[in-house]
């Protein structure tokens, strides 16, 4: 069964597959598929679990209450599949994205971004500023579900979108290729005097608690943004923006 459902939050349009077989069938055919809920116990689910992390499917123990939020009264029989609005690719996608546009890499990379209405409209204005791809952690992330599509205006669909284990490997191999990352951090320089026309990755951290310490340490530079009101703090998509367009300017000149 495949159907969409309004879930608890009201946000529409997320395609849910429910049910054991179904599921199978989905991961079977390797359908986009972007987490995997199980409330049951057993070998048949144990399978689909495994399955799914083959596939590099996450997937979430939860219990009965969540899946029955997620599909109201329908029947579920203990697992519900959510297919990824867009298919998910990889650094090394986004480093070619770069290499055939004939500029160097201009990555976004969001640290624990959990609202997918703030990564929806990351990725939409990353898609209009020209970025080449985006980098997201498969934990404590949003994903690419049709919130998200829907906020971006499915630009979802146009930029690609890796979903990496370790943010912090990821960063160490950017920095390999000559990639400068540069972190979004009240205790920052001031955006405006950073070098942002070589290889360069942004790192925008969660709403609530900016990046990770380890996520932190490994940047080469801290960006700030002038605050002059009462109010000390942006929204994580709308301070993305304002750099990422600092970054268009330059790069243009």
């Known amino acids: 069964?495949?159907?969409?459902?309004?879930?608890?939050?009201?946000?529409?349009?997320?395609?849910?597959?429910?049910?054991?077989?179904?599921?199978?069938?989905?991961?079977?055919?390797?359908?986009?598929?972007?987490?995997?809920?199980?409330?049951?116990?057993?070998?048949?689910?144990?399978?689909?679990?495994?399955?799914?992390?083959?596939?590099?499917?996450?997937?979430?123990?939860?219990?009965?209450?969540?899946?029955?939020?997620?599909?109201?009264?329908?029947a579920h029989q203990g697992v519900i599949a959510v297919c990824a609005c867009a298919e998910y690719s990889t650094v090394e996608d986004i480093l070619e994205n770069a290499a055939e546009k004939g500029h160097d890499p201009f990555i976004i990379i969001c640290d624990e971004i959990e609202d997918p209405h703030n990564l929806g409209a990351i990725i939409?204005?990353?898609?209009?500023?020209?970025?080449?791809?985006?980098?997201?952690?498969?934990?404590?992330?949003?994903?690419?579900?049709?919130?998200?599509?829907?906020?971006?205006?499915?630009?979802?669909?146009?930029?690609?979108v890796a979903r990496v284990p370790n943010l912090a490997s990821v960063i160490d191999e950017l920095k390999e290729k000559n990639i400068w990352i540069y972190g979004t951090d009240a205790e920052g320089t001031d955006y405006t005097a950073a070098d942002l026309k070589g290889g360069i990755a942004f790192v925008i951290g969660s709403e609530g608690f900016g990046m990770g310490k380890l996520i932190k340490d490994k940047c080469d530079f801290l960006l700030s943004l002038p605050m002059h009101g009462h109010v000390n703090s942006l929204n994580a998509s709308v301070a993305a923006g304002?750099?990422?367009?600092?970054?268009?300017?330059?790069?243009n000149k």
């Open 1 to 74: 069964m495949n159907d969409k459902i309004t879930n608890q939050d009201g946000d529409q349009n997320e395609n849910l597959i429910l049910g054991k077989n179904p599921v199978m069938e989905a991961l079977k055919a390797d359908q986009p598929i972007d987490t995997v809920y199980i409330s049951g116990a057993g070998t048949i689910f144990s399978k689909i679990a495994s399955m799914a992390k083959n596939n590099g499917v996450v997937v979430k123990n939860v219990n009965d209450q969540k899946l029955r939020q997620m599909c109201g009264s329908a």
């Open 124 to 160: 939409r204005t990353a898609e209009a500023a020209g970025a080449d791809g985006i980098i997201i952690p498969k934990r404590r992330s949003a994903s690419l579900n049709g919130t998200v599509h829907k906020t971006s205006a499915g630009a979802a669909s146009w930029i690609p």
């Open 242 to 251: 304002i750099f990422m367009y600092e970054a268009v300017r330059q790069r």
